[in-house]
């Protein structure tokens, strides 16, 4: 069994080091593997700067990739089309079984299309997530990954509920047919087995890093960098004007990405105020650290959102909408859009909201385990992975 892993981006790196770390200990069982597994990893290089990248797989000790494609810095439709080709080209002198891809990235589109073109299926993990905002690009990807897509691996049960509202369930095939059936031609099999998030976060715990800053002793993590935000100069600044209101109460940490940093200098947005700290962007291990001490978290990142309800702290997001409504739901996180008042408020209620962080949304952490399974079974054994 042959598995192609085409990732890109900062999440996808993290969520692909719990399945990697998977494969690894199904390949270390003793006894003899009914269906031995070999990973393949392409890095198309979505996220090339080496904060954003090379820190990932250093410190997370996932395998090297035996492929960088190095497409960045350029538009959404000559990435994906570079992207596109490229990928073609190893799929083709790889061969593999199953095409893996996370998440909704441009990086996740490209691999999907290359692989179901050549007749590969498609394994998407993180499938069934909706904001229901079609000006997102990664709103875009998702929704047709996931139409294309073989095995459907959801985080959560909403996810499944996205699905089946759009026609994608476990479609009902004779055990014979699925037998008989080449594996692109399967029927999509829609598979609930938790977040690798909540894998990655669980394990990497143990070895969070303090970053190469002073703390203070009481601090909100801070992140921005959707396009929707950064690209906007009255959102943008508008959510500055709420930093700056919030800073005169408790310090924000603020970690950039490179490109929002530029834009930030380009405006001449006030970040003076000595309890606004920018730093440069951190390794995972160090964030998981900054998580462990934040009081609350202010993000417009998707997978921050769901780690800081990993790390029991409450979310504003600066967004506005979710995909990760179950945390809205059940109180863990606001939607504040980018209007400063509003943001203030809601860092006001949730810096004193009582939060039970122990409901179980996202699974126990063994994500990755299962994913694994999966890929352990013959085609014949689908219907049966929908109960694991």
Wanted: glycine share 6%; hydrophobic share 35%.
């Amino acid at each position: 069994m042959k598995i192609v892993t085409i990732i890109g981006a900062r999440p996808q790196f993290i969520k692909a080091a719990s399945v990697s770390r998977a494969i690894c200990e199904y390949k270390n069982k003793t006894g003899t593997n009914p269906r031995p597994i070999t990973e393949i990893i392409i890095h198309t290089g979505q996220h090339f700067d080496a904060d954003m990248s090379d820190v990932f797989f250093k410190e997370l000790d996932i395998p090297k990739p035996d492929y960088n494609l190095g497409v960045n810095s350029t538009s959404h439709g000559a990435m994906t089309g570079r992207m596109l080709e490229k990928i073609e080209e190893i799929l083709i002198r790889e061969q593999p079984d199953w095409v893996l891809v996370y998440g909704d990235t441009n990086t996740t589109l490209a691999g999907a299309l290359a692989a179901v073109k050549l007749h590969i299926p498609v394994a998407h993990v993180e499938a069934g997530l909706r904001s229901y905002n079609r000006q997102m690009p990664e709103e875009i990807n998702r929704v047709l990954t996931d139409h294309i897509s073989t095995i459907l691996f959801c985080p959560s049960q909403n996810a499944v509920n996205n699905l089946q509202a759009e026609g994608i369930a476990n479609a009902s095939s004779s055990t014979q047919e699925l037998k008989n059936s080449p594996a692109y031609n399967l029927p999509q099999t829609v598979a609930l087995v938790g977040d690798v998030m909540l894998d990655a976060a669980l394990y990497y715990k143990q070895y969070a890093k303090k970053p190469q800053f002073d703390l203070p002793q009481q601090f909100i993590l801070a992140t921005i960098h959707r396009a929707e935000n950064t690209e906007n100069t009255e959102r943008l600044k508008s959510i500055f004007r709420a930093f700056e209101k919030i800073c005169q109460e408790i310090p924000i940490i603020l970690p950039l990405h490179p490109r929002t940093r530029k834009i930030i200098q380009d405006l001449k947005l006030k970040t003076s105020n000595f309890k606004l700290q920018l730093v440069e962007p951190v390794g995972y291990l160090e964030m998981v650290y900054l998580l462990e001490r934040c009081g609350i978290v202010m993000t417009d990142s998707g997978g921050l959102q769901k780690e800081s309800y990993f790390f029991g702290k409450p979310c504003v997001t600066l967004r506005d909408e979710t995909e990760w409504v179950e945390l809205v739901e059940n109180g863990c996180n606001n939607v504040s859009g980018t209007d400063t008042e509003r943001i203030y408020g809601y860092y006001k209620e949730m810096m004193m909201k009582q939060i039970d962080f122990n409901l179980n949304l996202y699974g126990e952490g063994e994500a990755g385990r299962k994913i694994v399974s999966f890929f352990s079974l013959r085609p014949n054994d689908f219907k049966k992975f929908k109960e694991i």
